[in-house]
C-alpha cells in the first residue's frame, strides 16, 4: 500500500517541487492549499484554508506523513494578523491533526530566520537559540510555530522534524528570483548594499526536496531526527551580492559595479515599509524591507553537518549549476 502524504501550500514554489519529489518516491499525494492551482492529475487538491481548522482535520484524515509547508512570508511590519493566523495558527490546526488521527509523521517547514538577530552568524548550528528579539513577525511566528512542533514531539503518537531552508531558489520561483529579475528590469541592479564582505547561504529547490525527503523516510518516534531541527542550505556561502551578481551575469547582464551604504538603504526601506503600511500593508515584497537589508550585511551561514550525519544529506546540485538551471528554464519559459 503505498504511502501517503499530505503537503500543505502544496501549490507554491517549494510546495509544489515537494509535491513532485513525494509522488516519484511512488507515494499516494493529496495537496492542502488556499486557491492553489492544481498541476498534476494524479495528485488529489483540497481547496483549504489552513486557518479552518475542520477542514484541516478533514484533510488530514488517514494520512501516514503531514510536510506541513504552508506560510506567509513576510519580512515587513504589515499585516500582522493574517501572518500569526496562518503560520501559527495554521501550524496549531495540523498538530490538532496529528493528534486526533494519529498521524505517525510531521515535517515542519521552518526558516534558518528562527535563529537571525540581525548579527554575524557564521558556520552556525542547530545549537543556536531562537532569536531573542523581533524583527518580523514572519520570523516570530515561524519560531512560534517551530517551538510547539517540535516540543508535539515525543507526547502523542507522532514524530516530528522540522527543516531550516535558507534562500531557496530554482526554476518557477515565485519570489525571491522575480524580486531579481523586477530591479533588473527597473535599472536597479547596478548597485550593491555594503562591502559585499559579508556571506549568505542560498539553497537550490531540489537539494531541500532531497533534504525534506531524506528526513521524512528516516523520521520515527525516538528516532535521532524526532523532536530536531536541521539547516538544509547548499554549503556555500557567498556574498549576497556576489550571488545576485552570478545571475544576472548567467542572463547576459553586466557586473554589479557600484554600491551604496547600509544606512541609506535600511533608511530606504523604512519608509518604504512606512509608506505600504500607510496604504493598508500587501503580501508582496521586492526585497526593500529594513530584514532583507541587515541579511545583506551580516554573515548568516549554518552547517548541515548534522542532517549529513542524521539522514544522509548532501547537496547534489552546486550553486554554480542552480543558477544555470534556474535561468535555463526563464530562458526557455
Not at 35 to 58: E, M, Q
Not at 220 to 239: C, K
Not at 241 to 266: N, Q, R, S
Request: aromatic residues 10%; hydrophobic residues 40%.
Amino acid at each position: 500500500m503505498k504511502k501517503r502524504v499530505l503537503v500543505t501550500g502544496g501549490c507554491g514554489f517549494i510546495g509544489k517541487n515537494l509535491v513532485n519529489g513525494f509522488v516519484e518516491q511512488g507515494c499516494d499525494v493529496t495537496v492542502l492549499d488556499y486557491n492553489g492551482k492544481p498541476f498534476r492529475s494524479d495528485v488529489t487538491f483540497i481547496d483549504c484554508d489552513i486557518r479552518d481548522k475542520n477542514a484541516v482535520l478533514k484533510a488530514c484524515e488517514g494520512m501516514d506523513t503531514v510536510v506541513h509547508n504552508a506560510s506567509i512570508v513576510l519580512t515587513k511590519q504589515v499585516l500582522k494578523k493574517m501572518v500569526w493566523d496562518v503560520n501559527l495558527g495554521g501550524t496549531e490546526n495540523i498538530i490538532d491533526a496529528c493528534k486526533i488521527h494519529n498521524i505517525p509523521k510531521l515535517v515542519y517547514i521552518s526558516s534558518a530566520s528562527a535563529v537571525y538577530e540581525g548579527k554575524d552568524i557564521e558556520n552556525g548550528d542547530e545549537t543556536l537559540p531562537y532569536s531573542s528579539i523581533s524583527q518580523a513577525d514572519y520570523a516570530d511566528s515561524k519560531i512560534a510555530a517551530e517551538k510547539i512542533a517540535l516540543a508535539f514531539s515525543g507526547t502523542q503518537s507522532t514524530a516530528v522534524c522540522a527543516i531550516r531552508p535558507h534562500v531557496v531558489f530554482g526554476p518557477e520561483d515565485n519570489r525571491f528570483v522575480p524580486n531579481i529579475l523586477q530591479r533588473l528590469e527597473e535599472g536597479k541592479l547596478n548597485r550593491a548594499v555594503g562591502n559585499r564582505d559579508k556571506l549568505s547561504d542560498f539553497t537550490y529547490i531540489s537539494n531541500l526536496v532531497d533534504g525534506v525527503l531524506q528526513a521524512e523516510e528516516k523520521l520515527a518516534i525516538g528516532s535521532a531526527l524526532d523532536g530536531q531541527a536541521y539547516f538544509i542550505t547548499n554549503g556555500e556561502p557567498m556574498a549576497f551580492f556576489d550571488f545576485v551578481e552570478d545571475f544576472i551575469v548567467e542572463m547576459g547582464h553586466p557586473k554589479i559595479t557600484k554600491k551604496v551604504p547600509f544606512w541609506l538603504a535600511y533608511c530606504v526601506a523604512a519608509c518604504v515599509e512606512g509608506f505600504d503600511k500607510l496604504k493598508g500593508g500587501s503580501l508582496k515584497e521586492n526585497g526593500m524591507t529594513r530584514f532583507a537589508i541587515k541579511y545583506m550585511v551580516t554573515h548568516h551561514y549554518y552547517s548541515i553537518e548534522k542532517a549529513n550525519k542524521d539522514f544522509g544529506y548532501t547537496p547534489k546540485v552546486s550553486l554554480a549549476e542552480g543558477i544555470k538551471l534556474t535561468v535555463n528554464h526563464l530562458s526557455n519559459a
